[in-house]
């Protein structure tokens, strides 16, 4: 109502001027009439922002969302049973996988998931596929079996016409190594995620966390999670060693880690937390979780966190960091404070349970969004032990905590 007195009364305003004009010059009135028109592509007001979740209200839960089995073709010996069993032993709570799904002819359905070894005990297993098309690459994860092949049929049509399929299928779709070869090369106003940290080789992703960082700044409210993108199971013995062994050791099921902080131990909820943020990515399923909170309303409690969007207050915000988990007794860790993209402030942490604080207003007008790298001594991964290496002094990342953002992104 407010916004359409004020139209109102600039039109008011405008028509008594356009008279006097036309008064004054003698024009004809199609030029009045045009004053009139309202402008269909003004933007609508998104409404108040949603409440922000309880924080004691989850659990963390780990996982890796990009795994390939012999189903992809490009795959060696890695069946299903191994990734799960793998998966099982290093602690994993959810996985997804990815098969190419242009090597079975969009079939998931009867090739990954009709496997009898899809299925496990402990290890929740999410439903998708990787979309492999001519522009690019994007996953699908889903808590139930979904109807893959429509997806497949119109990957070279316009994206008009694959979001329309992808909403009508209740999927999430996330852009996979969104920078260089296959890069995901449709619009990311449809994707709910973007895959910032592929594999444990963690400097290639230099371009993906742009890449982030601009699609975040143009406001989009997008999840950045990782991705091993291990397709290789080899080797099991010695005499099974081939060319692709250096990769099992160097980058396999963990080289990242994804964490979510979902509502329950349930594949939906696994989903839900990718889509809203509350996620975090670790270079290793044993290595430390970065935990990234606020206290909005400066009473000394924290009531936000990473993936949480709110309307600032012109206060200022109180941030906290912290490392949970295993960290290496004595390290020094360095947090990497980035404000819209940019670089913000470099703390140190320390510590038994390194954490640090600091404190920004965040504008009263427009978007602003914080999120956290960290780098340090990395924490063994035994099992996969060349990926330590890979990744260098790569710790983890922390999702953005919002200020402002269209919710409906
Ligand atoms: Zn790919
Ligand atoms: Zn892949």
Redesign the pocket.
């Known amino acids: 109502m407010f916004r359409f007195s004020i139209r109102s009364s600039q039109t008011l305003a405008l028509s008594r001027g356009l008279l006097l004009l036309l008064a004054l010059t003698g024009a004809g009135g199609t030029v009045f009439g045009q004053a009139e028109h309202a402008n269909p592509w003004a933007p609508t007001d998104p409404g108040p922002l949603p409440p922000i979740q309880s924080l004691s209200d989850g659990i963390w839960l780990k996982g890796d969302l990009h795994l390939h089995s012999r189903h992809s073709h490009d795959s060696s010996n890695n069946s299903e049973a191994k990734i799960i069993d793998f998966s099982k032993s290093v602690g994993m709570d959810f996985i997804c996988i990815t098969d190419?799904d242009n090597h079975v002819q969009g079939d998931v359905a009867h090739n990954t998931w009709i496997d009898p070894e899809f299925k496990s005990d402990s290890v929740l297993l999410l439903y998708g596929a990787?979309w492999?098309t001519t522009r690019g690459?994007g996953n699908i994860f889903s808590a139930r079996p979904y109807d893959h092949q429509r997806l497949y049929d119109v990957r070279d049509q316009r994206d008009i016409v694959i979001g329309a399929v992808k909403k009508e299928l209740g999927v999430h779709l996330s852009a996979?190594?969104p920078s260089g070869k296959?890069h995901f090369g449709f619009s990311y106003d449809m994707v709910d995620s973007i895959e910032v940290w592929n594999s444990a080789v963690w400097p290639k992703n230099a371009n993906a966390i742009m890449i982030w960082d601009d699609m975040l700044s143009s406001g989009r409210k997008l999840t950045g999670r990782g991705g091993s993108?291990s397709h290789h199971g080899t080797p099991d013995s010695p005499e099974l060693a081939t060319k692709n062994s250096y990769q099992r050791e160097a980058n396999y099921v963990g080289t990242p880690t994804t964490w979510v902080f979902a509502k329950a131990r349930t594949l939906q909820a696994v989903v839900d937390a990718l889509t809203n943020g509350r996620v975090a990515v670790s270079a290793n399923p044993y290595g430390p979780r970065v935990e990234f909170y606020a206290d909005l309303d400066g009473d000394g409690r924290m009531d936000m966190m990473m993936g949480d969007n709110a309307k600032p207050t012109g206060k200022p915000v109180t941030f906290r960091v912290q490392l949970a988990g295993k960290t290496i007794p004595g390290g020094d860790y360095t947090v990497s404070v980035v404000k819209n993209g940019d670089p913000f402030k470099t703390l140190k942490a320390e510590g038994a349970t390194p954490a640090v604080e600091f404190t920004d207003t965040p504008a009263s007008i427009g978007r602003t969004y914080y999120r956290v790298e960290v780098t340090g001594p990395q924490t063994a991964y035994p099992e996969v032990p060349k990926s330590m290496a890979l990744s260098g002094n790569m710790i983890g990342l922390s999702n953005p905590i919002y200020f402002n953002f269209d919710p409906n992104f």
């Open positions: 190419h990787e492999t690459h996979n190594h296959d993108d």
